[in-house]
C-alpha cells in the first residue's frame, strides 16, 4: 500500500534540505499546525454557516441572505463580527471560572481532532498512529464543558440543557466508537491514511461503506446527535429549554459554542468520508484511468492533478454529508428525550456491537475481502 507522508515529516525535511538544524526545524514547525487548524476550521465554519442559511431558504421556498456581498457570502462574516462586538455578560451568581471554562472545553477537543483528519495523500497535518484512537478520546471531554457551562449558568434551563447534552453525548458515544471499531479490525489499523489506503485500488467499489453499511449509518446517525443536530437538538430546545446551556452566554463565549456546532459537523462529515467513503480516493481508481487514456503514471502534471483530485474528492464528499444533515434539519421532526435516549441505548448499542462481532466473525471467515 502506498503509504501518505505527513505534512510534518516533509516540512522538516525542507528545512532540514536547506541547512537549517532539525531542532530549529521542529520549532518552526510547532506554531504552524495551530495556525493551520484554526485557518482551515474557520473557513469551513464560514462556508457552511453560509450555505445551511441558503440550503434551508431553499427548502422553505425563500431566498435567504442576499445583500451582505454576492448572494450573501459575506453574511457569516457579518454574523462573527457582531458576536465579537456584543458585550460579554456573566451572570452575578453563577461560577465565574466555570462559567468562562465551559466553551473552552467544548470547542478545544473539536479544534486539535482536526490534526488527524487526511485532506489528500500528503496532507494530514500529523499521521499519528492511533489518531483514531486520539479522536475518540478527545470528543468524550465535549460533555465535560457542557456540563459545567449549564451548571455554572445558574440557571435551571441551562442545567437541564447541560444534563441532557452529557447524558446524549454518552449515549451516542458508545455506539460511535463500536462503529469506528469495525472499521479498524477490517483496516488493521488505527491511522487514517492506514483506513484510506485500505479503501484503494478498487474504485467505488472498495469504499468501507458497502462492507460495513450498518456501521455507516450508526455512526451518521451518531455523529449528529453528538453534533446536537436535528432532530437530536434536545439539549437546546428552545421551545422548552429557552437555548438549554447556552441560555446565560452571550457574545463572543455564546460564538465559541455556534463555533464549536459547526466546527464539530465538518469534523464528522470529513471523518465519516475518510472512514467509510474512500476518503480522498476517486470513484474510478486514478491509476486505471491514466492507463486507459494512456498517460504514464510517473508523469509530474499527473501528480498534481491527482492531489487536486485528492483534496476536491474529501471536500465533495464531505459536502454531501453536510448537505444532507441541513435537509434532516428541515424535514424530520424533534425528537423526545426519552426517545433519544431509547435509540441510543436500547437500539444503537446492541446493533452495534452485533455488528462488531459479525466483522469479527467475516474477517476470520473471508481474511481476503475483510482486510485479514
Given amino acids: 500500500m502506498n503509504q501518505g507522508i505527513d505534512l510534518q515529516s516533509r516540512f522538516i525535511q525542507s528545512l532540514s534540505d536547506l541547512g537549517i538544524p ?12 495551530l495556525f ?68 473552552i472545553l467544548v470547542v478545544l477537543p473539536v479544534f486539535i481532532s482536526y490534526l488527524i483528519v487526511p ?31 449549564g451548571y455554572a449558568s445558574n440557571n435551571k434551563y441551562s442545567l437541564l440543557g447541560g444534563l441532557r447534552a452529557a447524558a446524549q453525548s454518552i ?27 485500505q479503501q484503494s485500488g478498487y474504485g467505488i467499489l472498495g469504499w468501507n461503506v458497502w462492507r460495513q453499511p450498518v456501521g455507516f449509518l450508526i455512526f451518521w446517525i451518531s455523529a449528529l446527535a453528538e453534533c446536537e443536530r436535528l432532530p437530536f437538538d434536545l439539549p437546546e430546545a428552545e421551545e422548552e429549554l429557552v437555548a ?11 460564538g465559541l459554542f455556534y463555533v464549536g456546532s459547526y466546527v464539530n459537523l465538518v469534523l464528522s462529515a470529513l471523518l465519516v468520508a475518510v472512514l467509510y467513503l474512500g476518503g480522498w480516493e476517486f470513484p474510478i481508481p486514478l491509476d486505471k484511468l491514466a492507463g486507459w487514456l494512456g498517460v504514464s503514471e510517473t508523469s509530474s502534471w499527473l501528480q498534481v492533478i491527482t492531489a487536486s483530485l485528492g ?15 441541513i435537509l434532516l434539519r428541515w424535514t424530520l421532526p424533534r425528537v423526545r428525550i426519552d426517545q433519544l435516549l431509547n435509540l441510543g441505548w436500547k437500539f444503537l448499542l446492541p446493533v452495534a456491537l452485533v455488528n462488531l462481532l459479525l466483522t469479527a466473525a467475516l474477517k476470520l471467515a473471508f481474511p481476503i475481502a475483510f482486510g485479514g
Fill in 119 to 149: 485532506f489528500g495523500q500528503n496532507l494530514v497535518i500529523t499521521n499519528v498512529g492511533t489518531g483514531i484512537f486520539l479522536w475518540i478520546a478527545l470528543s468524550s471531554i465535549q460533555p465535560i464543558g457542557l456540563l459545567m457551562s
Fill in 22 to 33: 532539525a531542532g530549529a526545524a521542529k520549532a518552526i514547525w510547532m506554531p504552524l499546525p
Fill in 171 to 197: 449515549s451516542y458515544e458508545i455506539p460511535l466508537a463500536l462503529a469506528v471499531l469495525a472499521v479498524v479490525m477490517m483496516s488493521n489499523s488505527l491511522s487514517t491514511i492506514d483506513i484510506v489506503d
Fill in 244 to 254: 438549554g446551556y447556552q441560555t446565560e452566554y452571550a457574545g463572543m463565549k455564546f
Fill in 36 to 103: 493551520l487548524m484554526i485557518t482551515v476550521a474557520t473557513v469551513g465554519v464560514l462556508v457552511v454557516v453560509w450555505l445551511e442559511r441558503k440550503i434551508s431558504a431553499a427548502a422553505q421556498q425563500r431566498i435567504g441572505p442576499e445583500y451582505a456581498g454576492p448572494l450573501g457570502v459575506l453574511q457569516p462574516v457579518a454574523d462573527g463580527i457582531k458576536l465579537v462586538f456584543k458585550e460579554d455578560v456573566i451572570p452575578a451568581k453563577s461560577d465565574s471560572l466555570l462559567f468562562t471554562l465551559g466553551p
Fill in 311 to 325: 483534496i476536491t474528492m474529501t471536500l465533495l464528499k464531505a459536502y454531501f454529508l453536510i448537505f444532507t444533515a
